[in-house]
């Protein structure tokens, strides 16, 4: 079982970045698929998160991220993604992917998401 993160690197404020989580070893289509944040010196927090069809597919957003970010599911391919645009330089950290159900749960290993001034 494995979540692979990539698509993050280093942007200008202003900027766009996709992310894109893989799995590996089960099918996605029956968790909620989540993405999380961790900042340096900061807990980790939660992102977006996208659940599945049995929960309709619906989304949920942090606060500062509404409107400028968006989370998708293919779970034809077992991956998730998730749309960053107008980025800011406090959306520096490592981004998780993360998959949920019931009491069970796996994370990627983060993908560095740094944000230029």
């Known amino acids: 079982v494995q979540l692979v993160e990539s698509g993050g690197g280093l942007v200008q404020a202003g900027g766009s970045l996709r992310l894109s989580c893989a799995a590996s070893?089960?099918?996605?289509?029956?968790?909620?698929m989540s993405w999380y944040r961790q900042a340096p010196g900061k807990e980790r927090e939660l992102v977006a998160a996208?659940?599945?069809?049995?929960?309709?597919?619906?989304?949920n957003y942090a606060d500062s991220m509404k409107g400028r970010f968006t989370i998708s599911r293919e779970n034809a391919k077992d991956t998730v993604y998730l749309q960053m645009n107008s980025l800011k330089p406090e959306d520096t950290a490592v981004y998780y992917c993360?998959?949920?159900?019931?009491?069970?749960?796996?994370w990627g290993q983060g993908t560095q998401v740094t944000v230029s001034s």
């Open positions: 993360k998959a949920g159900k019931g009491p069970f749960s796996y």
């Open positions: 070893g089960f099918r996605i289509s029956t968790y909620t």
């Open positions: 996208i659940t599945s069809a049995g929960g309709s597919g619906s989304t």
